[in-house]
């Protein structure tokens, strides 16, 4: 739910989050550049990242800031080369490259982001992974 104490941060500037109209103003922001690094901050402690590079976005929940795992989104239905990589830019400048295999179509990403602003949880439909267990490749430099 969109309520007192959420945040959120696009590119590395932090806004309240209070108001509908602040997220999907922050959207219409997302869809009109290349790449993105937006944080969903939740006042009890979860968060939600997107990073963003073009149509496609990499998700990672994290149920709270210190030293969460978390989970991140994967594409079941990816069909493509399985050494493929997507880079994302971080607010630092950083980029990281992650498996294609993960990533999302970016209205995808979006609407789950808006599910955990509304419903303070993961998308249901999203299909996740628990890095808790392992099995996760380190993004690439």
Request: net charge negative.
């Amino acid at each position: 739910m969109v309520s007192r104490g959420n945040r959120l941060s696009w590119n590395g500037v932090e806004q309240v989050l209070d108001t509908p109209e602040v997220l999907w103003d922050c959207f219409d922001r997302v869809r009109q550049v290349a790449h993105t690094e937006l944080w969903l901050y939740q006042k009890n402690g979860a968060a939600l990242c997107v990073l963003t590079n073009r149509d496609c976005a990499w998700l990672m929940f994290l149920r709270d800031r210190e030293g969460d795992a978390g989970f991140s989104s994967r594409d079941p239905d990816y069909a493509g080369p399985n050494d493929a990589l997507i880079e994302f830019f971080l607010a630092n400048g950083q980029c990281d490259a992650y498996p294609a295999a993960w990533t999302l179509s970016l209205e995808e990403a979006l609407r789950g982001a808006e599910y955990f602003v509304l419903h303070g949880e993961r998308a249901p439909w999203i299909t996740w992974h628990d890095d808790s267990q392992g099995d996760i490749a380190e993004p690439k430099p």
